[in-house]
């Protein structure tokens, strides 16, 4: 089973400021198998990112994904303010399917 | 475009089985993968299994004792069955679907299952 480790475990932003976190694999995801999904109070997650660097449909494009092998990174160029909310990364490269902790970003 | 639903009973006493719907609607379940993902309160997600429409089913190894995930295409629903359930069991369920059985652009709105006598 493939181990996610997402870091920081919660990151304290403003509005306008840039957000970069981290995802880390216990070992290689195949092909770049990526995604990004963003979870915010009693909803369910929305997927932003797949393939690590694809935006989800309608996702807008301060959202960026980069990254191979075990290390990729979900950056967000400015927060807005709809942006605060829990990240979380899933691999889908092999089985079982496993997701990272998450990280939170909230307001500064 | 894909609506995903759940529904089930909200409380189950330990040591029973857990039973939930997904009803599909605005697609068919035919040609798909349908997944079940479930978030204990305050953690994070742990994806349960999926089930492809022909019936074939694979399970996270940490559940594979007790889930069990099937399909009805004449109903366009899929099932999730965990038996033997305890405290640890209780999450919200989410049903799922996406590309293959990679990746998740469709949830349902989830449903809260608590575990207790």
């Known amino acids: 089973e493939i181990v996610l480790t997402q870091s920081p475990g919660t990151l304290s932003l403003s509005p306008g400021e840039r957000a970069t976190l981290s995802c880390r694999a216990s070992?290689?995801?195949?092909?770049?198998?990526l995604a990004w999904y963003q979870q915010k109070p009693g909803q369910a997650p929305r997927l932003l990112i797949y393939?690590?660097?694809s935006r989800a449909t309608g996702i807008p494009d301060r959202f960026s994904g980069s990254g191979s092998g075990t290390d990729f990174t979900l950056t967000i160029s400015r927060l807005e303010p709809e942006d605060f909310a829990v990240y979380y990364c899933q691999q889908y490269g092999s089985l079982p399917r496993t997701f990272g902790q998450g990280t939170k970003v909230d307001i500064k | 475009q894909v609506q995903l639903q759940e529904w089930g009973p909200g409380l189950v006493k330990p040591s029973e089985t857990l039973s939930l719907t997904c009803t599909v609607s605005g697609g068919s379940i035919s040609g798909h993968y349908w997944s079940w993902i479930r978030q204990p309160p305050g953690k994070g997600l742990e994806w349960i299994g999926y089930?492809?429409?022909?019936?074939?089913?694979n399970y996270n190894p940490s559940l594979k004792s007790r889930v069990a995930i099937s399909v009805d295409m004449s109903t366009n629903q899929f099932y999730l069955n965990l038996s033997s359930v305890t405290a640890a069991d209780t999450a919200v369920y989410y049903c799922?679907?996406?590309?293959?059985?990679?990746?998740?652009?469709?949830w349902g709105q989830g449903t809260l299952v608590t575990v207790s006598s």
């Open positions: 070992q290689s995801v195949n092909s770049r198998y």
């Open positions: 089930v492809f429409y022909s019936g074939t089913a």
């Open positions: 799922a679907t996406g590309y293959y059985s990679y990746y998740f652009d469709y």
């Open positions: 393939g690590a660097s």
